[in-house]
């Protein structure tokens, strides 16, 4: 099959796909409980007669298409989970669960791959390598791509490289957003705990004042980015919440505060976290305070492989046309648990736009008005096929 059928079939199978997606899109759910998206995506793959594997770290599923003795195979990664957002679209298909909401785009992806399984299917005897599709569960919580990953779902058939991709409403749709190497961010959660001594409001000489001690340390971890990291070292500590005190005329004697840690590598990461203990644990020591600094690394950098990404770049110049593809002036601070894939096998994320000239609501990640211009669901799944066929071609080459 070449592009051209593949454009036409896509093209065809485009009014099945808005049902899919508005379906998932009337009934989110959120990370660790998407059974009935579970249930949604199963019965797709019966339809197409494909195998897979379903509650795969949890309501996850890895499905295989290709030949039964394929030695290497091409994965592709999808996230299924929603947030917890009351939709405000007003859109016919709009959420019934209350509370919840695909305001991160996980529906499309969703459909997307579906979408890329009914290709596939159709052309499996064409394939010169096996293509496992993974509709993997928690991305916005606990990472259920480790969780993946650790069900040895890079493996039988070895998988030597990996796909994924997301929405972006800021990029016209028709467009590809990646980058060449590094993409995203690694994330650590903060958490401070501050201890002084309580006292009457209107003494306050006669205890430590946490709430002072702690808005001297949120001022103080400001000069990690400004006087220990390099002008052309994106870092970031980002107190997000505080939390001390119980009345008006208190001096507290506890403050907790919170916030993540965001690094695009490992090195600079870690000289971030023992930067931020030093500066808690002494400023709170000059006051006559403790600090107890709790730091728990999540997400690792997600880095693009070169030569992948230049692959999927020149597949959107030949196939959706010249101008396509805009390539990030510097990597996100964002996260994805894609990088739990790119961390193990080369591979590519990229973005695919969502944004169509003249829509009426603001439209933004994680917000309760986004409502992404459904036309990207070809661009996607044109990508996902087109650019996994050019990997297996380039594989074999290597074989």
């Known amino acids: 099959m070449n592009s051209a059928q593949i454009k036409a079939m896509i093209e ?14 009337m009934h989110p759910e959120l990370s660790e409980h998407e059974e009935r998206t579970e249930k949604a995506i199963c019965a797709q793959l019966d339809k197409l007669g494909i195998a897979y594997e379903a509650g795969v770290a949890g309501h996850g599923i890895i499905a295989t298409v290709g030949p039964k003795d394929a030695k290497y195979g091409i994965a592709i990664r999808a996230d299924i989970d929603a947030l917890p957002i009351t939709e405000c679209t007003g859109l016919p298909y709009a959420s019934v669960n209350k509370g919840v909401m695909h305001a991160c785009g996980h529906d499309i992806h969703t459909t997307v791959l579906l979408g890329t399984a009914r290709i596939f299917k159709a052309m499996e005897n064409e394939l010169k390598g096996a293509v ?18 650790a069900h040895d779902g890079l493996n039988s058939p070895k998988i030597t490289r990996v796909m994924g991709m997301h929405v972006d409403p800021t990029v016209p749709t028709g467009c590809i957003h990646l980058a060449k190497s590094r993409m995203n961010a690694s994330t650590t959660e903060l958490i401070i705990n501050v201890n ?30 400004s006087r220990f990291a390099a002008p052309t070292t994106p870092v970031i500590v980002t107190i997000g919440t505080i939390h001390g005190g119980s009345k008006e005329n208190v001096c ?30 002494n400023t709170a020591a000059a006051f006559g305070a403790s600090a107890e600094v709790i730091m728990n690394d999540g997400y690792p950098p997600l880095v693009n492989d070169v030569e992948t990404s230049l692959a999927i770049a020149d597949v959107a110049e030949k196939e959706i046309g010249r101008g396509s593809v805009i ?28 944004y169509k000239e003249g829509q009426a609501l603001p ?37």
């Not at 994680?366 to 459904?374: G, I, L, Q």
């Open 132 to 149: 496992k599709l993974f509709f993997q569960p928690a991305e916005e919580t606990v990472g259920g791509a480790e969780r993946m990953i």
């Open 12 to 25: 065809d199978e485009f009014e099945e796909l808005v049902k899919i997606r508005r379906d998932l899109h």
């Open 196 to 225: 002084g001594v309580a006292c009457h409001g209107a003494h306050p000489d006669q205890g430590i004042d946490a709430i002072v001690v702690a808005s001297h340390i949120v001022l103080a971890l400001q000069t990690i980015s």
């Open 327 to 354: 390539f990030m002036d510097d990597p996100s601070l964002g996260a994805d648990d894609f990088a739990y894939f790119t961390s193990k096998v080369p591979g590519v994320y990229f973005n695919i736009g969502t």
């Open 252 to 281: 507290a004697g506890q403050v907790k505060l919170a916030g993540t840690i965001r690094a695009l590598d490992f090195e600079t990461r870690d000289f971030i976290k023992a930067h931020v203990k030093t500066i808690a644990e």
């Open 363 to 399: 439209q933004a990640l994680h917000n309760e008005n986004f409502a992404p211009d459904e036309e990207c669901i070809k661009y996607g799944v044109l990508m996902n096929v087109l650019g996994a066929l050019r990997l297996l071609d380039e594989d074999e080459a290597k074989a």
